[in-house]
């Protein structure tokens, strides 16, 4: 009795808002009127602008209660509950970020965290991708902490680096992408003369003169891999950082650190394969990029910067690439201040690559396993060059193992060879 007539009050209330509403909406021509009843930019979405000039000032307070309820079924575990919730209460204070974020973030991480099955996942991590991507965002089109928002969902969820549905997820993505694209490289020339296929990008939030922008900035990217799009987001919300906050100049790094060492796709669903290997052309490229910049804006996108220069001297260095790995090197150094003194390229890889002793021996072990896997598999799709590297990364990472140990590990090089290529039939038969 008493939960329905909690219902039935609040199914009151809401009538005497809107009743307030339609009566103030005959008076709101007045020049006096706050801008608290203002109704909102019209470019922002179409339910968005009508539960803000229907309520006017009463949105505040109902979205008041709204939050308290919602604090109590997230506190229980009802995370559906809190979902639908959401849609009220973003539409009710929609130029507040922090509640587009708030509600993106319970979609794509809690609630996919009590779904089993990897479909009803997916559907999840989607809703919150779309709630910032096509309402959030275009509500606050200058708040830059929504872009980094929206491009780390894309990163960290759809990229799965944590989610034991990961790959369902990057192959989800590309399906969709290769759907929309024909394929994964963007041919801006043949967009050009056919604008009306920009229509496949703008409904996904994507505005082909941006991808263009970042193509020649930084790629071509594949658009098929959920970093490029976690850049694209951070691309697109650098103009309106803040001098002391340049949140989306780091995603834009960390996308490109993550394209360097798995940017190139061979994706076959109907062989069921997605495999990803490192597109060194663009190393090269980040490289340039830095140098010409000369300075990062800030300490911590120079933490990210310098990570991308790194792995791209070890990756640059195991496919072969010495002569590039040396100009990565030489920026690495430039930009730091000569604090990573002058060890020559070969011991400076060594360093680098020693510098996994936080892992446990297993662990470590487990990653010379899985680049042995992923040599295997890239010999197998008939790309020796990608193999030799994978396999040179796997030596690098087992001597530095045996160095750090200080003795040799218990499996010796033949036994984990085999346990790769085992790895390697049950990712690829």
């Not at 706050?34 to 309520?55: E, K, N, Q, W």
């Not at 479909?119 to 509500?139: A, K, Y």
């Not at 790094?253 to 109907?270: A, D, I, Q, R």
């Not at 036994?415 to 049950?426: C, G, I, K, Q, Y």
């Amino acid at each position: 009795m008493i939960s329905k007539a909690k219902g039935t009050g609040w199914v009151v209330f809401a009538l005497a808002c809107f009743s307030f509403a339609a009566w103030f909406g005959a008076h709101s021509e007045r020049k006096d009127v706050s801008d608290a009843f203002r109704p909102m930019r019209l470019d922002a979405p179409p339910g968005v602008r009508f539960v803000t000039v229907a309520l006017g000032g009463f949105r505040g307070l109902l979205a008041d209660m709204l939050w308290v309820r919602a604090s109590e079924l997230q506190d229980r575990g009802s995370f559906f509950e809190v979902a639908q919730l959401a849609d009220w209460i973003t539409r009710l204070e929609p130029r507040y970020p922090e509640v587009w974020i708030y509600h993106a973030w319970n979609m794509a991480y809690n609630i996919t965290a009590v779904v089993p099955d990897p479909s009803d996942r997916w559907h999840w991590v989607m809703n919150g991708i779309r709630l910032l991507r096509d309402e959030g965002i275009p509500s606050n089109p200058g708040d830059p902490k929504l872009y980094w928002e929206l491009g780390w969902l894309y990163f960290d969820k759809v990229g799965g680096r944590w989610d034991e549905a990961k790959m369902f997820y990057r192959i989800s993505w590309a399906r969709e992408m290769s759907e929309r694209m024909g394929g994964g490289m963007l041919n801006h020339a043949v967009l050009a003369e056919h604008p009306e296929m920009s229509r496949a990008f703008t409904e996904i939030g994507l505005n082909p003169e941006v991808m263009k922008a970042m193509d020649e900035s930084y790629g071509p990217l594949d658009w098929r891999l959920p970093e490029t799009h976690a850049m694209y987001w951070g691309f697109k919300g650098r103009p309106y950082q803040k001098p002391d906050a340049r949140w989306c100049d780091r995603l834009v790094w960390m996308g490109l650190t993550e394209s360097m060492k798995n940017g190139h796709l061979v994706f076959l669903p109907e062989r069921k394969i997605y495999q990803q290997g490192p597109r060194l052309d663009l190393a090269i490229k980040g490289v340039r990029r830095l140098s010409e910049e000369k300075q990062y804006a800030d300490s911590l996108t120079g933490l990210v910067a310098n990570r991308f220069l790194r792995e791209s001297t070890v990756y640059l260095y195991a496919f072969g690439r010495k002569a590039d790995a040396e100009v990565a090197l030489k920026e690495l150094r430039r930009s730091s201040g000569g604090t990573e003194g002058r060890a020559s390229l070969d011991d400076f890889v060594k360093q680098e690559v020693g510098q996994a002793e936080a892992l446990s021996s297993i662990s470590k072990r487990d990653r010379v396993v899985g680049f042995l896997a992923r040599a295997d598999i890239w010999r197998r799709l008939k790309v020796p060059e990608y193999g030799e590297g994978f396999e040179q990364l796997a030596r690098l990472y087992w001597d530095a193992l045996v160095k750090t140990d200080h003795q040799t590990p218990d499996t010796d090089w033949e036994t984990v060879t085999r346990l790769a290529h085992e790895r390697s039939l049950s990712e690829m038969p």
